[in-house]
Structure formats: C-alpha cells, structure tokens
C-alpha cells in the first residue's frame, strides 16, 4: 500500500519565518502535489512536480515555492510566512494510473 | 477546462435513512470522476472512482456513484447511513487520458449523522 508522510502534523511558526513542510512517499511515484485545504473552499493546487528538479505552477502558487531533489521527496518553502497562509496543508501522490494517494496532512498555523 | 460543483456545503441525515450527497461536473473532455472523504484530522482517503467502465461504480464502506453524462453529474449515495459515516466528502474530476493525473476538487459536503 502507498504510504504518503508529512513530516510534521502540527506545526506553529512566526510571521516572517521561513518554513518547510515536507512530504515523504515510498512508492517510486512519478507525480507528487501540494494542496491547501481551507474550510468551505476544498483543495486548491498549489504546486506539482512530474520529475525530479521539475516543478509546475497551479492554481495558487503565490507566497509558496517547491524542491524536488529526490524522487521520494517533494518539500513546500513558505518564503516569508504570513498569517494568511495559516492553513491544511495535503502531499499527495500518483503514478499516472492509479488515483492520488494523500498524506495525513499538517496543519500549520502562523501567529 | 475542468471544474466540479458540489451542491449543500453541509447535509444531515439519520442514522439509516439514505445519503445522497450531489456533485456536478464541467471537463471539456470525457472525465475521470472521484469521490474522497475526509475524516477529521486526516488527510483524504479514496472511496470510489469512475474512469470509463461501468457508469454505476461502486466504492468502499457500501457508497455507490453513478456517472450521468447526460446531466453531468456523479452523485454518490448510499442506502443507509451509519454514524461512522460522518465525515466531509470531496468530488474531484481529471482529464481522461492524461497521464499527471492533475485533480480538480469541490468545495467539499460535510456530512452529519444523527442517531
């Protein structure tokens, strides 16, 4: 079975602050996805890879940035945390032909 | 493009009355339709899917899904709810024969169960 790991469940961090959220799978997956998840507006895309060092914009990459230097690992960078940011944040997985495999999720709150 | 409309941001029933919770969709190629569910704390967790066979799919914890292309819907039900069912459920819809499978999600239907 996938297994998708966020590195962290629960994380506070300070305006400003430079922040790392990481997602770990185990899969040899192709594809990985970092969605937020804010209540009464569902998942929204913020960045996925397809390829190691390959990274693409979706639909609210603003404030956000990615890393895929291995396969198994796709990291989100807050640059500058900001409190609207305070969110769920989801990795999810996929090889191409099999539905998205999701991790636990962190939820990040920035004060 | 692909969008999903999910009808009632929350729906509440009785513990084993039906569940219907209603989802529409707009692709302009033939989809690939889902349905998640998230339980609190936890991130989603696949019930069912549609990618072309049968247009009545049937998923786990006893939901069903019936793909209507005439309508553009794929409501999911289930005969009789149980109180383990409450929880928020996301339909998502991808391109057909896309091989990044890019997901596009609903709002969410947060569904209560009441004993």
């Known amino acids: 079975d996938v297994k998708v790991t966020q590195s962290s469940r629960y994380l506070v961090k300070r305006t400003g602050e430079k922040v790392f959220l990481e997602c770990v799978q185990d899969?040899?997956?192709?594809?990985m996805f970092w969605y937020r998840q804010d209540p009464g507006l569902g998942l929204r895309l913020i960045y996925f890879?397809?390829?190691?060092?390959?990274?693409e914009k979706g639909d609210i990459p603003e404030g956000y940035s990615v890393s895929r230097e291995k396969k198994e690992r796709f990291s989100l960078i807050l640059e500058s945390a900001s409190t609207n940011q305070t969110s769920m944040y989801l990795c999810?997985?996929?090889?191409?032909?099999?539905?998205?495999?999701f991790g636990d999720g962190t939820r990040l709150s920035i004060l | 493009a692909q969008s999903v409309t999910q009808l009632g941001s929350h729906v509440s029933v009785s513990e084993g009355a039906l569940v219907l919770l209603r989802c529409n969709y707009s692709?302009?190629?033939?989809?690939?339709l889902f349905w998640y569910v998230q339980y609190p704390n936890q991130g989603l967790q696949l019930l069912l899917k549609?990618?072309?066979?049968?247009?009545l799919v049937k998923g786990i914890n006893g939901f069903e899904a019936e793909f209507k292309k005439s309508e553009t819907s794929f409501h999911l039900t289930k005969p009789s709810a149980h109180m383990s069912d409450a929880a928020e459920y996301f339909c998502?819809?991808?391109?057909?024969?896309?091989?990044?499978?890019?997901?596009?999600f609903g709002r969410g239907t947060q569904l209560t169960v009441w004993p």
């Open positions: 999810a997985t996929e090889d191409g032909n099999q539905p998205q495999h």
């Open positions: 899969m040899d997956h192709e594809n």
């Open positions: 890879s397809y390829d190691v060092k390959m990274k």
């Open positions: 692709s302009s190629v033939p989809p690939y």
């Open positions: 549609y990618t072309s066979a049968a247009t």
């Open positions: 998502a819809v991808s391109k057909r024969g896309s091989t990044l499978g890019r997901l596009y």
